[in-house]
């Protein structure tokens, strides 16, 4: 029996951009035991929205929560409200949010995938990663107007149109990104120096994923079919505009990794679909109802499962709004998935987790 060491890792340190603490317990350069700390910031975000901004303002609120998926938390909120109002958003305005949601979810990914590069040592392919990536930002700004941020959803429908020559542009741009894409795909599966750090890391089973409710890319990369998308045809028809779910067996970074790739693929498929089929209709159903009961959603941010809830009592101020996001139901898997790898793999690791402490603190 080796001796054993305890090695903090976080709340700042240069391979974790979040204010998240691990604590590892290590013999031999094992890690053996693992704790986590990811209190250490409070936002009082939701207390905000339920005292300070009436509830058609929230949306814009919530976009905050959160940089890398704004859409996704504008739009679960603006969803929760619209039924909180008893209102069916315009057609059109739902094939816009899946636009911005899936342009976001090539953004999120690419970002996560560069960090898991720069964290494993391979420099050049981080470059590479964040100067593909760069695309879809410069997307997100013509569809928008920011690349952060967006403020695209609100209660009723979308703030903007999709105007023709930003449709052509995106279009142009996606044959483009294809061959890119492939690049990246061939070199994180086949790339002899990635593939030794991350294959056999941070693997969890199928069956840990399900005991520690996994969700998002985390969750697929074990085997199993858990997608949101998949299940709320009834707010977004996904499965209308080419919707599927990659799902991969291995559990590790390595399976992690091409999870993303290949959901990549499948968002610009709907990317496609919708400009496509775009609908004509208005953008925003228009009501004077103030939000009455509790309701519910469930949206599929790029990291996974985002729930929202919210109470309404016939005011413009809301009663309760809730907020669980993705990384909050991953942690116990997170530090499940540690244990019996080198202390050394730990950067890479925490990439391919993708964790994001300000959606968790609200």
Same mark, same amino acid.
């Given at each position: 029996m080796g001796k054993q060491y305890e090695i903090p890792l976080g709340a700042q340190h240069v391979s974790l951009l979040e204010p998240l603490h691990f604590k590892f317990t290590t013999e031999n350069e094992k890690i053996i035991d693992t704790t986590a700390n990811v209190f250490y910031v409070h936002r009082g975000i939701e207390e905000a929205c339920c005292s300070k901004f009436k &509830?058609?303002?929230?949306?814009? =609120?919530v976009g905050r929560v959160c940089g890398?998926?704004?859409?996704?938390?504008?739009?679960?909120?603006?969803?929760?409200?619209?039924k909180l109002v008893?209102?069916?958003?315009?057609? $059109?305005?739902?094939?816009? +949010?899946?636009?911005?949601?899936?342009?976001?979810r090539i953004h999120s990914h690419m970002l996560c995938l560069s960090h898991v590069a720069e964290?494993?040592?391979?420099?050049?392919? &981080?470059?590479?990663?964040?100067?593909?990536?760069?695309?879809?930002?410069?997307?997100?700004?013509?569809?928008?107007?920011? +690349?952060?941020?967006?403020?695209?959803?609100i209660v009723g429908g979308v703030a903007r149109d999709l105007k023709p020559q930003v449709s052509k542009m995106i279009l142009e741009r996606l044959k483009k990104f294809k061959p890119q894409?492939?690049?990246?795909?061939?070199?994180?599966?086949?790339?002899?120096?990635?593939? /030794?750090?991350?294959?056999?890391?941070?693997?969890?089973?199928?069956?840990?994923? *399900?005991?520690?409710?996994v969700v998002g890319p985390f969750a697929r990369a074990t085997g199993l079919a858990i997608d949101v998308r998949n299940?709320?045809?009834? /707010?977004? !028809?996904?499965?209308? =505009?080419? &919707?599927?779910?990659?799902?991969?067996?291995?559990?590790?970074?390595?399976?992690?990794?091409?999870? +993303? *790739?290949?959901?990549?693929?499948?968002?610009? $498929?709907i990317i496609e679909n919708v400009i496509a089929g775009l609908p004509e209709s208005e953008l925003v159903t228009e009501t004077k109802a103030f939000p009455?009961?509790?309701? =519910?959603?469930?949206?599929?941010? !790029? $990291?996974?499962?985002?729930f929202y809830y919210a109470k309404g009592n016939k005011t413009q101020?809301?009663?309760?709004?809730?907020?669980?996001?993705?990384?909050?139901?991953?942690? !116990?898997?997170?530090?499940?998935? &540690?244990?019996?790898?080198?202390?050394?793999?730990?950067?890479?690791?925490?990439?391919?987790?993708?964790?994001?402490?300000?959606?968790?603190? +609200?």
């Open positions: &509830f058609r303002q929230v949306s814009f =609120v890398l998926c704004s859409i996704s938390h504008s739009t679960a909120y603006s969803q929760v409200a619209e008893k209102i069916e958003i315009p057609r $059109r305005a739902k094939y816009l +949010r899946m636009l911005v949601i899936e342009l976001d964290n494993a040592g391979f420099e050049a392919l &981080f470059m590479k990663t964040m100067q593909y990536r760069e695309f879809v930002m410069e997307m997100l700004e013509a569809v928008c107007g920011n +690349r952060i941020q967006y403020d695209f959803s894409l492939d690049e990246l795909v061939d070199i994180f599966s086949n790339n002899w120096t990635l593939a /030794l750090k991350s294959k056999g890391a941070g693997a969890i089973t199928k069956e840990d994923a *399900l005991r520690l409710d299940e709320t045809e009834d /707010l977004l !028809p996904w499965k209308e =505009v080419g &919707f599927e779910i990659v799902t991969k067996i291995g559990g590790d970074v390595h399976v992690r990794n091409l999870v +993303r *790739l290949h959901e990549l693929y499948i968002s610009m $498929r009455d009961g509790e309701a =519910v959603i469930r949206l599929e941010a !790029p $990291r996974g499962e985002l101020i809301l009663e309760r709004l809730k907020i669980k996001a993705p990384t909050f139901s991953n942690i !116990p898997a997170m530090i499940e998935a &540690f244990k019996g790898n080198e202390y050394g793999s730990a950067p890479a690791i925490i990439a391919s987790y993708d964790p994001c402490l300000s959606c968790t603190s +609200r």
